[in-house]
């Protein structure tokens, strides 16, 4: 792919592992109990790549163990990221990387100018694949405590879907059963934190903490408090609104609605409590949190905590009549500010455009409809029960929307109108 645009090559690289895993999803001895259609097999596997969650039908009874491994290995596959891996085993064998693999690389994984591409890949995944272990530890430790079958197999694959945020669960009703396992569900949260915030974050952030640099970088402050006031601001919320929470005791409570805040803002996707008997107002903070989104860096999708700072920060700066928009007082580039822009208005035109495809092609209530989409585009996986109501139009439009949300709505429209030459820095779409 030397001659083909770095963002045109990422996109044909996750269609690439899309295929990958239809294909092996469709293999016989992929299958489990029921009969499972090709365009099943097809939304599974763009769920997974997409690290989303949304199901047309159950992971568990739907597909044997191998079926299982391929799900897993296409959500790790499209949760760290497209090169990652492929990346990190030529620089095991030859210790060096061809410049066009470099070059999109440095696309796929939003990295400054100036940062090494050898050593970011190699610390990713070596991040990602600790992190994964430890959480599996943590899980299995607390699913054998609570009596789950088959606690190794459990442990290894929620780890890596929380870590990856893909929401993917072999439990029929996705964590319901755990609603007041604090263990469970705070193993659960910590990963799709660490997952959600990405790796260059987490690596600022501890460099600081232990002395490798005087202070983070305006970024990961941006993203370390966009993130943890809109998990607050969500976790309040939900706990004063949602009317179901009311019958828990407040330890239960304040479990339940702060990890379905944290569920919808990281978009990782599992549900602790029934989402279909939610009020209208919590639904709506939900769909809210799920277009509002992770890290930039992150295994995570929706608008990107960068890019909704940095609309908002321009609004107050036109409030306040100020011609400069500053974060702490750093001056923010006009064309970081542009491209936030071009991010939201283009991520809401996808968003409408799927929406109102869906809404002419379900039956179902508006709300739900529309949940759907934002779950989809977010990359998220909360649902309102639908999913395996949609019809085979309505699927084909989630599995657009998915693919669209796992590349990002802007680079998605980039990576198709964009030429040869390079249209923008690699830092611009970290907003």
């Known amino acids: 792919m030397k001659h083909v645009h770095p963002l045109k090559a990422l996109l044909i690289g996750y269609l690439g592992y899309i295929g990958l895993g239809w294909i092996l999803l469709c293999l016989p001895w992929s299958q489990g109990s029921g009969q499972v259609g090709a365009l099943d097999h097809l939304f599974t596997a763009t769920s997974a790549v997409s690290t989303t969650g949304l199901a047309t039908v159950g992971t568990s009874s739907s597909y044997s163990f191998f079926g299982q491994i391929v799900i897993l290995a296409s959500i790790q596959m499209g949760g760290i990221g497209y090169m990652t891996l492929g990346s990190f085993i030529l620089l095991a064998r030859n210790g060096e ?79 319901e059963q755990f609603s007041a396992n604090f263990w469970v569900l705070s193993v659960v949260a910590m990963l799709s934190v660490f997952g959600a915030t990405g790796f260059l974050v ?15 970088t305006l970024t990961t402050r941006i993203i370390l408090h966009a993130t943890g006031w809109m998990i607050v601001v969500g976790w309040i919320g ?158 084909c439009v989630v599995i657009a929307l998915m693919f669209i949300g796992r590349i990002g709505p802007i680079t998605f429209g980039l990576a198709l109108f964009s030429g040869e030459s390079k249209p923008l820095d690699t830092e611009d779409l970290a907003v």
């Open 238 to 395: 939900l706990f004063l609104l949602e009317p179901s929470y009311r019958s828990l005791s407040n330890e239960d409570r304040v479990l339940a609605s702060g990890f379905q805040a944290m569920s919808a803002l990281t978009t990782v996707g599992f549900n602790s409590t029934p989402i279909p008997v939610f009020a209208h107002a919590p639904v709506f903070l939900l769909l809210l949190m799920m277009i509002l989104g992770a890290s930039p860096s992150g295994t995570g999708g929706g608008l990107k905590s960068t890019s909704v700072s940095a609309a908002l920060a321009t609004v107050w700066s036109t409030l306040k009549g100020r011609s400069k928009v500053t974060f702490w007082g750093c001056k923010v580039p006009a064309h970081r500010l542009t491209m936030a822009f071009s991010s939201v208005v283009f991520y809401i035109i996808i968003f409408f455009a799927g929406g109102l495809v869906l809404l002419c092609l379900q039956p179902e209530p508006m709300a739900d409809i529309l949940f759907e989409a934002a779950s989809a585009l977010g990359t998220v996986g909360l649902s309102r029960g639908i999913t395996g109501d949609l019809t085979p139009l309505s699927k």
């Open 97 to 175: 990387l061809p410049a066009a693999r470099k070059n999109v690389a440095r696309w796929a994984f939003v990295l400054p100018e100036g940062f090494s591409v050898v050593h970011f890949v190699r610390n990713v995944v070596l991040f990602t694949f600790s992190i994964e272990f430890l959480g599996a530890l943590g899980l299995f430790i607390a699913f054998r405590s609570a009596g789950v079958e088959n606690a190794f197999w459990q442990a290894i694959f929620h780890s890596v879907s929380a870590f990856c945020t893909a929401g993917f669960s072999l439990f029929p009703d996705s964590l």
């Open 202 to 216: 987490m690596s600022d952030l501890f460099g600081s903490l232990f002395g490798k640099r005087d202070r983070v």
